[in-house]
């Protein structure tokens, strides 16, 4: 017999026809809108798999209801929506979705380093409200990117791709880490510095960390206070990793100088949001993975990782030791 799986949302076509050749599905049939919680308590009740997005929470209360449960295949290389500690201790499988959005999020967190040091969506907005003047010296003038400094707040694959990508600008590299990391320096030319020391001498600082309790709120008044005045701050990892109110404060007061904020505290955010009245802030809507080809290849990853799991294979991306 088929194992039953539930997924908490429909998936690109490839991904699902490979779900339905080798499992029961059951899913939350809406693209847009995650199952709410009693749904996804009841789909996960009798699965053997889940399929879940970074807006599901897998918690022990969730784990209890569904004894029957083999594993977790999260559509995200960030899995803090997953309690996986409960998970291990209940022999469940966590997996994710690691390399194949890496090159995609990483041109995002370069769409926001210009987009910001450039004021692109200010001038975008400037011409939408028909106050584009006479052209002079010093109108709209931004910031340059080509022969900057660029510090990368996280050596993953991630940060280890947006510091590739600075090849071509001219630009001097540094990175801070847990550790430091000789393969990165080697491939890219990057210097370790500690958190403060990038921070003061960063002019792009772009975090590409996960979200742990050591990174949660590691960002706040007296990390923005270190930055240069010129700085511009970019977010594409997760949005508790800075303390929100304190980003919008220290952008009023003009340093960092912009941000470019892929990710938010709290998800989505509405138009009032205190970051959306900032000339020096461009806000997109947590999109780092957001091409056709990468969301199906998420997709895809994640189903082959719940296939392996309910087949008896191991997982191609777990995130713990398991076994
Ligand atoms: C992730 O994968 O963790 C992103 O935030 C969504 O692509």
């Known amino acids: 017999?088929?194992?039953?799986?539930?997924?908490?949302?429909?998936?690109?076509?490839?991904?699902?026809?490979?779900?339905?050749?080798?499992?029961?599905?059951?899913?939350?049939?809406?693209?847009?809108?995650?199952?709410?919680?009693?749904?996804?308590?009841?789909?996960?009740?009798?699965?053997?798999?889940?399929?879940?997005?970074?807006?599901?929470?897998?918690?022990?209360?969730?784990?209890?209801?569904?004894?029957?449960?083999?594993?977790?295949?999260?559509?995200?290389?960030?899995?803090?929506?997953?309690?996986?500690?409960?998970?291990?201790?209940?022999g469940v499988v966590v997996t994710n979705t690691p390399g194949v959005l890496t090159e995609t999020t990483a041109d995002l967190a370069w769409a926001l380093m210009l987009a910001a040091a450039r004021r692109i969506v200010e001038g975008q907005k400037l011409i939408e409200a028909g106050g584009w003047g006479p052209?002079?010296?010093?109108?709209?003038?931004?910031?340059?990117?080509?022969?900057?400094?660029?510090?990368?707040?996280?050596a993953g694959r991630i940060g280890a791709a947006v510091l590739r990508r600075a090849s071509g600008f001219g630009m001097e590299l540094r990175y801070h880490n847990r550790n430091a990391s000789p393969e990165l320096e080697a491939a890219t030319g990057a210097l370790y510095r500690s958190l403060d020391e990038l921070l003061v001498e960063c002019q792009f600082v772009v975090v590409t960390l996960p979200l742990t309790p050591e990174t949660r709120g590691l960002f706040g008044a007296r990390e923005f206070g270190l930055m240069r005045d010129d700085a511009v701050f970019v977010n594409v990892a997760r949005g508790p990793i800075v303390r929100e109110a304190e980003l919008v404060e220290s952008l009023r007061a003009g340093r960092p100088r912009a941000a470019g904020i892929d990710v938010f505290e709290r998800e989505p955010i509405g138009p009032d949001h205190p970051l959306l009245a900032l000339p020096n802030c461009v806000a997109v809507p947590h999109i780092g993975s957001a091409s056709v080809a990468t969301r199906t290849r998420m997709a895809t990853l994640a189903a082959e990782n719940l296939v392996a799991v309910l087949a008896g294979r191991p997982p191609l991306t777990p995130v713990h030791a398991v076994g």
């Open 135 to 154: 052209w002079h010296p010093m109108q709209m003038v931004g910031v340059d990117v080509y022969g900057a400094s660029l510090g990368v707040v996280g």
């Open 1 to 90: 017999m088929a194992p039953k799986i539930f997924l908490t949302r429909r998936l690109p076509e490839p991904a699902m026809r490979l779900l339905s050749a080798h499992c029961e599905v059951d899913l939350w049939d809406d693209a847009e809108r995650p199952a709410p919680r009693e749904a996804l308590l009841r789909g996960a009740a009798g699965a053997a798999g889940l399929l879940t997005l970074l807006t599901d929470r897998v918690d022990a209360e969730l784990l209890d209801a569904a004894p029957d449960l083999k594993v977790v295949a999260n559509m995200a290389v960030g899995y803090d929506n997953i309690d996986v500690p409960a998970c291990s201790a209940r």
